[in-house]
C-alpha cells in the first residue's frame, strides 16, 4: 500500500524567506507525484504534478518541487515566499498504472508573517 | 466554466437520517472520488469511480454508498448518519493517468 508522510505540520515564516516543505513516499512501484494547496476555507488546487521527465517540475505561483528517485521524497521549494501562500499544503502520490488510487499526506499548514 | 458542483456547503442533521450529497463535473472526467478531510489527518479516501458503473472502496468506506449511473454524477449517500461521520468532504474528478484531480469546494457536514 502506498503512503506520504509531510514531516512538518506547521510551519511558520516571515515573507521573503525561503520555503522548503517536506514529502516522502512509500510505494513498491512507478509513482506519479503532485502538491497540492488549500487557501483558507477553499478547496485544494493543483500546484504541481510530476509524471517523467525532468525531476524538477515548476508549477504555479512560482512554486517548484523535486523529485528524487533514491530518496523517495518530492520536496516543495520556493525561493521567497508570499503573505498570500498563507495555505496548508497537501503532498500526494498515485499509482502510475491506470488505478487511481491517490493518497494524500496530513496536510502542512504554512503561515507567513508579513 | 470546468467544474466540479457539490450540493450542499453545508448540512447540519440528525443521527440516522438518510442523507445523499451531490457531485457533479462537467469536463466528461471518467474518475471521480470521495474525500474526508478531518484535522490531523489530511484527505482520505471513501470511495473511486473509474468510469460508469464502476465503483470501489477507499480507505474508509464505512458508513457510506456511491452511485455512478452516469459520468457527470458520482453522489454519496450516507444511509445512516453518526456523528464521527461529521466532516468536510471533497468530490474529485480526474482525465486519466496523466491528469491531476480537479476538486469541488467542499460540503461541511454536521451530525448531531
Known amino acids: 500500500a502506498q503512503s506520504v508522510s509531510q514531516h512538518n505540520h506547521h510551519v511558520i515564516l516571515s515573507e521573503a524567506a525561503s520555503l522548503e516543505l517536506g514529502c516522502n513516499y512509500s510505494y513498491g512501484g512507478t509513482v506519479n507525484l503532485f502538491w497540492y494547496v488549500q487557501y483558507p476555507g477553499q478547496h485544494l488546487q493543483l500546484l504541481l504534478k510530476?509524471?517523467?521527465?525532468?525531476?524538477l517540475v515548476k508549477g504555479i505561483k512560482g512554486f517548484e518541487a523535486e523529485f528524487i528517485k533514491s530518496k523517495f521524497s518530492f520536496n516543495l521549494r520556493k525561493p521567497s515566499v508570499q503573505w498570500s501562500d498563507t495555505a496548508e499544503y497537501f503532498c500526494?502520490?498515485?499509482?502510475?498504472?491506470?488505478?487511481?488510487?491517490?493518497?494524500f499526506g496530513t496536510g502542512t499548514k504554512l503561515q507567513v508573517i508579513p | 466554466e470546468a467544474q466540479v458542483t457539490q450540493n450542499p456547503r453545508y448540512l447540519i442533521t440528525v443521527t440516522g437520517k438518510k442523507l445523499t450529497v451531490t457531485c457533479s463535473q462537467n469536463?466528461?472526467?471518467?474518475?471521480m472520488s470521495w474525500y474526508r478531510q478531518d484535522p490531523g489527518l489530511g484527505l482520505r479516501q471513501i470511495y473511486y469511480s473509474m468510469n460508469v458503473e464502476v465503483t470501489d472502496k477507499g480507505d474508509v468506506p464505512e458508513g457510506y454508498k456511491v452511485s455512478r449511473k452516469e459520468k457527470r454524477n458520482f453522489p454519496l449517500i450516507l444511509e445512516s448518519p453518526s456523528p464521527n461521520q461529521t466532516s468536510l468532504y471533497f468530490c474529485?474528478?480526474?482525465?486519466?493517468?496523466?491528469?491531476?484531480?480537479?476538486f469541488g469546494s467542499g460540503t461541511r457536514l454536521t451530525v448531531v
Open positions: 469536463m466528461n472526467h471518467e474518475y
Open positions: 510530476y509524471f517523467s521527465g525532468d525531476p
Open positions: 474529485a474528478s480526474s482525465s486519466g493517468e496523466q491528469g491531476g484531480y480537479t
Open positions: 500526494a502520490v498515485k499509482d502510475s498504472g491506470g488505478y487511481q488510487k491517490v493518497t
